[in-house]
């Protein structure tokens, strides 16, 4: 499994932007995926998830009815739509492939990890 987080930048409050983590290989495309954050000085936290199929999703309640997470499995690639962006939304974004095929709020059951994008909101 190769995880790559795109998508991220720089934006003003109210703000869309759509983030994509795309799977190089064929593997883990069975796997649930996770969106994760991390702030400066904050730990890492659950966004979003998705189960394999797509038939199941979750939300951070900091999220729920801003952020929609979808899954084109033809194009191996998970996406994190972000609308209504808030400055406490800046943070750098992180996908990750959970061991079954549903997705977890815990990030311990994730085994493999994007390298990261950075999302900056400005007030």
């Known amino acids: 499994v190769q995880l790559q987080a795109s998508g991220g930048g720089l934006v003003q409050a109210g703000a869309s932007l759509r983030l994509s983590c795309t799977n190089s290989?064929?593997?883990?495309?069975?796997?649930?995926v996770g969106w994760f954050r991390q702030a400066p000085g904050k730990e890492r936290e659950f966004v979003a998830g998705?189960?394999?199929?797509?038939?199941?999703?979750g939300y951070a309640d900091s999220v729920k009815g801003r952020f929609t997470v979808s899954r084109d499995r033809a194009k191996n690639t998970v996406y994190l739509q972000m609308d209504t962006l808030k400055p406490e939304d800046t943070a750098v974004y992180y996908c990750?492939?959970?061991?079954?095929?549903?997705?977890?709020?815990?990030?311990?059951?994730?085994?493999?990890w994007g390298q990261g994008t950075l999302v900056t909101v400005s007030s």
């Open positions: 990750a492939a959970a061991r079954s095929a549903t997705y977890s709020t815990d990030r311990r059951l994730y085994n493999y």
């Open positions: 998705i189960s394999w199929n797509g038939a199941s999703v």
């Open positions: 290989r064929r593997t883990a495309s069975n796997n649930g």
